[in-house]
């Protein structure tokens, strides 16, 4: 259910200068943001879809990247044809936009680790 906004309370908290600040989900735990006045309802819209953007990546790459705690992936190939999913180790926590333009491989595909 799409929850209305009031907009008149939304720009008396932000001429007040009241800091609004956002939870998202984050490797490690959550991360605190402050919203801007625009950001307020993208954000309540959907967290995942306004911080994916924010860090200019796809969601199902923000997804990927939380659930590997941003442990960067092999991007070699199995013989199967499907992608490796192995973690090359040698890099740990990424951040995200990083962690989407890795290109290394596991050890097995040539990498160190
Ligand atoms: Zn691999």
Same mark, same amino acid.
């Given at each position: 259910?799409?929850?209305?906004?009031?907009? /008149? =309370?939304?720009?008396?908290? /932000?001429?007040?200068?009241?800091?609004?600040?956002?939870?998202?989900?984050?490797?490690?735990?959550?991360?605190?943001?402050?919203? $801007?006045? $625009?950001?307020?309802?993208? /954000?309540?819209?959907?967290?995942? =879809?306004?911080?994916?953007?924010?860090?200019?990546? =796809?969601?199902?790459?923000?997804?990927?990247?939380?659930?590997?705690?941003? $442990?960067?992936?092999?991007?070699?190939?199995?013989?199967?044809?499907?992608?490796?999913?192995?973690?090359? /180790?040698?890099?740990?926590?990424?951040?995200?936009?990083?962690?989407?333009?890795?290109?290394?491989?596991?050890?097995?595909?040539?990498?160190? =680790?």
């Amino acid at each position: 259910m799409k929850r209305q906004l009031d907009k /008149f =309370t939304l720009t008396a908290l /932000f001429d007040a200068e009241i800091v609004v600040i956002g939870e998202v989900p984050w490797i490690a735990g959550g991360r605190s943001i402050q919203l $801007d006045y $625009d950001d307020i309802e993208p /954000f309540c819209d959907n967290k995942i =879809t306004w911080i994916a953007k924010k860090e200019g990546v =796809t969601v199902k790459d923000f997804e990927q990247w939380l659930e590997a705690g941003g $442990d960067p992936i092999c991007v070699g190939y199995l013989n199967s044809g499907k992608p490796c999913s192995r973690k090359v /180790f040698q890099v740990r926590g990424l951040p995200v936009r990083e962690w989407v333009e890795f290109e290394g491989y596991c050890r097995k595909h040539g990498g160190e =680790t």
